[in-house]
């Protein structure tokens, strides 16, 4: 039993009365791949709200130990933990479409080569099940490898018709790219004609877009080397240097040493890590 279905035996009759204010991500719920219903995610928040609710103990305990004040700390552990709370409800709401958001863009990264792939084998003259069969035994394409399982999944475990199961995976797709695909996937198949060369157009479409893709990544990543020169590099040897002229002047201000040496040994790895996550996420090779 996992967390969602344990959540929803625990509390399925206010999930089942109040999940409809969750009703704004349950798109989002869908094509995040996520297993749960919209229902399950709710009675998820409300455990998780539960299990934290000794946190207003803990906060007004830690206060009182502090200021030695009874009330204020009570009132302290209401109000940081109404601010958990909030934190609670903001994180359950936003974090399907960022899970969408992250598979959408680990679908388009990787589409143009999927899409070649798929051109190459129809060239063979494999049927669709056999397409999606094949490339989800490839890892390499990441999020469109488990689209293509669910896709054979649903063709030679479900019984399901190859069309029906392109546009059932095209509707839970969070990829505008790869739904229109598989939809003009579904209607060649449909009208009987040429799938090669749909896809062959695609993947021409597809990598021509990639390309461009990688020029502006080019570009972008140049204004981050001058950016990352900059500040972190030409700034940490300026204040360093700074810092150094001060203490000389002043004849040693205290503390001098130990904050260079936090600038040397935090603030730079900081900025650094906060440059490659920019980075990372910009990248169109991501997958």
């Known amino acids: 039993m996992n967390f969602g279905e344990f959540s929803y035996k625990l509390v399925h009759k206010i999930a089942r009365k109040y999940s409809h204010l969750f009703k704004d991500i349950a798109e989002d719920l869908q094509v995040s791949n996520m297993p749960y219903s919209i229902e399950e995610y709710f009675a998820m928040m409300i455990v998780t709200i539960i299990f934290s ?18 009330l ?13 709370l909030v934190g609670i409800i903001a994180l359950y709401y936003v974090y399907p479409s960022q899970v969408a958001s992250s598979r959408r863009k680990k679908i388009d990264n990787a589409l143009h080569f999927a899409t070649i792939y798929m051109q190459t084998l129809a060239g063979t003259g494999a049927p669709p099940h056999i397409i999606f069969k094949i490339l989800g035994s490839f890892e390499e394409f990441s999020e469109i490898s488990e689209v293509s399982r669910k896709i054979n999944r649903d063709i030679e475990i479900f019984g399901m018709d190859p069309v029906e199961a392109i546009n059932r995976a095209a509707e839970r797709t969070p990829s505008n790219n790869l739904r229109e695909l ?3 996937m579904r209607s060649t198949i449909t009208s009987g004609g040429d799938l090669k060369r749909y896809l062959e157009e695609k993947a021409n479409a597809f990598v021509n877009n990639f390309r461009r893709k990688l020029e502006e990544y080019t570009k972008v990543l140049a204004v981050f080397m001058e950016i990352y020169i900059t500040m972190v590099i030409v700034g940490s040897v300026l204040a360093l240097v700074l810092t150094t002229i001060m203490s000389l002047i002043s004849g040693g201000i205290l503390g001098i040493e130990q904050l260079q ?7 730079l790895p900081i900025l650094s890590g906060i440059f490659i996550l920019l980075i990372k996420s910009v990248s169109p090779t991501e997958v």
């Open 53 to 70: 609710m000794p946190l207003i103990g803990i906060i007004a305990f830690l206060f009182y130990l502090l200021i030695n004040d009874l």
């Open 72 to 84: 204020i700390s009570i009132i302290a552990g209401v109000v940081f933990y109404s601010i958990i």
């Open 261 to 267: 040496i936090l600038i040397v040994t935090v603030g």
């Open 182 to 184: 598989l939809y003009g």
